[in-house]
């Protein structure tokens, strides 16, 4: 008997590809067995990252001597398979991965599909059963997505204030940091001294996304949300963390005082299961004027770079109004952390058979 | 007979002093006769401003050369003093010099004061008249001042706008340079890969102030405006330059394309009179998709740093909202260059004698 | 019978304060028992840090409830005080503690006193004995100074260089992080896109520590190392982490093959006696062409922030003559790491009696 | 007649192509005549540039109309073309266009030919007389190179202090901006708050191509200078301007004001000739101890961006060593702008016929 489940990375070598290795190194559950990459198939991975790896996590020898595969499904056999390909990459080869097994992925290309789930596990982890439609492909396996990482950051805060307060209008400016792009990614002459008011796409898929993960089951499809979202999304020069500052208009009455308790006593099935890489808060919410702040507060809460900060929770503009600001990790709980979660609570939960 | 008006600037060894002392330097109408400090009274310019400093600009030596003195209005004999004290200084010493002759400020101390304008001067120039209202503080001067820096860049925009779709709410996100807070300022472990969501009072500013410059001048008040202002002021590691993005509102049905149009063709007096400062455009709208931006937009236009940058005008919600991304330079549109403009106005206008 | 020695922190609010606090929450010989300050008397800890506090580490509630004491020794009962005090404190207030009970300082004060020991513990520990010189003094206790975090890092990596191959000189570039000017230190605005190649006293510090950090132990005096130092240190915009850029030349022949070896193999008597806070390797030797880096290596080894890490190691001009780069971080080993494991090198020597 | 020489830019949608694009719009003798790219030919020059062009100079559109050509010598009539090709098309192309007319370059593939000049038109314009032996490659026209960025500043102050202490040995490190590293270049992930102490093959450059630049034209060649040379090159998070910090031995004896004297009185043949692009002073002295700074001093002089300026001139470790700091625009003196002064310098001695 296995006595862990043995799982693949596609894109390992990316920005992405070394939170997934840094948190899958010890794993509880997971043991590593398959590193996918493009350019370096045949090296090992310690030699493979060199160049993309900027970080000063160092894998362990039993990872770093995995050697770099291509992505040939049949031939690897794991009982799944997290994807943080880019999009093109993704659009091709995560069916293929589908097709014989569970697979989850960070990507964007398949968010939007109607028969697959995207899952914030303290959000809409009912959205799972969505799985199922994709028997319909004639897939043996299955694709869970992830959203965007600013969308995680978001709509972990909406979630507890839309259920309480039923939210009608979203204002949200982001303050997005550099390692969202990728690797290289935004050269430093772009943002050394320097503010961009755009990033491709983003401002859509906030909107878009959060439709379909707060919306709502019924029946075997989701039925999106239908909240008026204005995004506005900037690039600023910090290496990790999302600052999202939103303004909120409300069905209901709202205080400051009763967006807080909400926010800070919101749990989901993660933090019910104690999964491993649930955080004890999935949101942390801060009382001093000047929090959260992007470099003090991104590694903030029980696993580090899993909580959503909240900070300076005020009024907006009237008595069904209100402003605050997040701060979310964008490779972690936006990314390989909020998937890993996923898959944890697919695991316990049994939901990863078909 | 004089060929120049006679100046003094009071705080001019700080950083909006700075912009002053350049803007100043070659001014066809203006002569720089009285630096006022209070810590290197005495000293030769040259040496008082040294640690303070951090421009590359070096001034002439006529300027160099000036003793500083200490705020003794009644032995300064000009024609006018700029004030760009800190607030503490402002409240104390404006009245003084204010008693004796016109004298324009920068600082916030008394800028929401029933009878001191509060000049943008393509905005709200005929609020000039209030300086009369003050002869009743028995002043032979009077005080005129200029608003804050991020609300500067906010109404330029705003007041087109509002004449021609009528705004009934704006939210706001700004992101803030370094600069706005002075020298020394914001220490560098505060700032360096991180973004702070705070600014002691900013927000308030940006709400009260606007009402107050987009307010009409009925009879000898000011009916201040009644738009509703959320406003989120952060502050990110940037040197100069202020950028706001901004969601608005409006009466009447709004594009981006009428939009645009009211904000490329926005001329105000400075325009018409061809101000030594004015810029040929108050407002730049540039099209393309990551436009402004904060180091390469902050000096565009004719007279570097005081045209308002626009772009990213796009669809709010529905066709009753817009949004939009700006840029003005805090210390020169936002500071120094429009109170400038201020003066240039109110000479060129004959107001400058009550 | 006490389980720990019980501390206390002379200038705990401040930033190396900050890493002294961290370092001590949970450390298994000492308990932290006094926390002074000269502003925050009175208040708990937990309120005393606000503002100057610019990390994200939270100190545990048994430190957070500590009240914040003045500078009073004889009311202070403790087995031995640290002290990070600035300067003028630190000369003030030193000998009150020094008299009565152990002291062991990162201040400069008392750096250079002939009968104060100036310890790295794996480079000098046999100067400890020159306490034994202090009951001169008339002291109870003793002042154990450690070095500046520019020295430290330097003279870690000179130390087995000048002893296998005998430095004769040495030129030293620094890159050096701005927490080493504490809070709030530098100015945003003196730093954002720039470097400032001046940093007061440093480069004498360099000089004159090194020679007797490295000088030897003759009778009861120090007998200074005479090796020639040029120093040129600059502030860059980095948080953590004084980088180093080293050109030494040596009596005998080297090869980049033999530094490395020696640097390689470096060990003192903490990594002996298994110190807790002793990494075990107090020199890390990287092989990649672009390493060490300030934010990828900074925290690199078993202790984070207590090995110094080297790379680039090639040769200098000719067979007696060498180039590196070495990078140690400032607050850490630069400061509260190395006098943290300088007091459990005395504790376990049963130096801490005189 | 023509009344301004013809120019063409090889490389001119880079990052030293828009110094170029800069320098040469207004310029009294040169017409921009052709713009050569790879990836935009066909497009107009405005809009080849978009993505590349990360600075707030906005062309004419006399230049901005200019289309894109491709790099065909035989077909583009012109006096004269730069070169700012990447390394590998310089290698390939450059000589096309030399063998039909005159061609300076920037780019490193041909510098160290020993029959093609390294120029700095203030340092060694006698190797002009080089270009001679170039017929014998059977070309019609010529190739001039310029040195690398780091070189040509290091040299501006090593020239006259050689000429008048005899320089033996130098110790520089330096601390480079990443416009040196073109675009899109250093990734921001990898330079923000960091530093990195290493740049491919730049170490080598600087001492190999100042042992040409120094050297002595004998007869028909070259004799290079045979100083002792250790670099040490680091990338930090600055946009423009590379510091050196620089420690020499020197046969003679020198002390700090003597050497300030040389370095400040310092002229060549472009002050003598008054060329348009010749800054008053190559160098600027500054006394102040904190100075040259990247960002406050990079644009010093009367020819923004062309002094070099040096500052913290002090003793070495005794009379026979010293230590100074410089900081030079390195794309403007370090490339663009001195590429263009040894044309003017060429075209007004008469050098641009063979």
Same mark, same amino acid.
């Given at each position: @008997? ?39 198939? &045949? ?68 968010? @939007? ?27 043996? &396996? ?72 707060? &919306? ?99 009024? &907006? ?27 944890? @609570? ?9």
């Amino acid at each position: @008997m296995k006595e862990k489940l043995e799982v693949g990375i596609l894109g390992a070598t990316g920005m992405v590809g070394a939170e997934y290795i840094r948190m899958l190194a010890n794993h509880p559950w997971f043991k590593l067995k398959y590193v996918v990459a493009k350019r370096t198939v &045949g090296m090992k991975f310690r030699d493979a990252k060199k160049g993309e790896w900027v970080t000063s996590y160092e894998p362990p020898s039993e990872i770093n001597d995995l050697i770099v595969q291509a992505a040939e499904p049949e031939k690897q056999q794991a009982d799944l398979f997290f994807s943080c390909l880019p999009t093109d990459a993704a659009k091709e080869l995560e069916p293929l991965y589908a097709k014989i097994l569970p697979t989850f992925s960070d990507a964007s290309a398949y968010r @939007m599909e109607p028969d697959v789930p995207l899952i914030i596990p303290e959000i809409n982890p009912d959205h799972w059963s969505l799985i199922k439609e994709q028997t319909k492909r004639g897939w043996k &396996g299955f694709l869970v997505t992830g959203p965007n990482c600013t969308s995680i950051g978001l709509n972990v805060t909406l979630k507890p204030l839309n259920d309480e307060f039923k939210i009608k209008k979203v204002v949200v400016s982001t303050m997005q940091a550099v390692s969202g792009a990728g690797f290289p990614g935004v050269p430093s002459m772009s943002i050394l001294d320097n503010v961009i008011p755009y990033i491709k796409d983003e401002e859509e898929k906030v909107y878009i996304e959060t439709q379909k993960i707060l &919306g709502k089951m019924e029946g075997n499809t989701i039925k999106p949300a239908s909240m008026d979202i204005a995004a506005m999304c900037h690039r600023v020069p910090t290496i990790d963390g999302h600052m999202e500052s939103v303004y909120i208009e409300t069905e209901k009455r709202i205080t400051p005082e009763e967006a807080a308790e909400a926010l800070r006593s919101f749990k989901g099935i993660p933090q019910e299961l104690k999964l491993p890489t649930a955080p004890e808060n999935p949101i942390i919410v801060r009382e001093e004027p000047d929090r959260p702040q992007t470099r003090l507060d991104r590694y903030a809460g029980s696993v580090p770079g899993m909580s959503v900060v909240v900070g300076r929770i005020r009024k &907006g503009i009237d008595d069904h109004s209100l402003r605050y600001t997040l701060l979310s990790h964008n490779t972690i709980r936006g990314a390989a952390g909020n998937t890993i979660l996923t898959v944890e @609570m697919f695991y316990k939960e049994g939901w990863l058979k078909l």
